[in-house]
């Protein structure tokens, strides 16, 4: 979009989040040099019934500090298709 290549040009952002493109997590810095872009994965479950890589994403802000951390599989994957309902 031209749009969001525009702000990230002439805009100072740490991280810009985009997802619904079906594409896999990915986590890289911008063209600009300075922003780390992230496609977070759509919280689908996938053939087998499991969650993808990067679905899940916990963004803080501590004494003015932005910080990311993609949620471990080992947590994701206690949560399947078959059993979500009763978790």
Known sequence: MTEI???LDNVIF???FYGHTGE???EETDFN?????IKV??????ENGMLEKGCMI???K????????????NFTNKMTKFNWKTQ
């Open 5 to 7: 290549r525009e702000v």
């Open 14 to 16: 740490q991280y810009h």
């Open 24 to 26: 896999p997590f990915i």
């Open 33 to 37: 040099g300075i922003t780390q872009s």
């Open 41 to 46: 994965r759509e919280l689908e479950f996938n």
């Open 58 to 60: 916990i963004l803080t």
């Open 62 to 73: 501590e004494n003015g500090e932005l910080n990311i951390e993609i949620v471990d599989e």
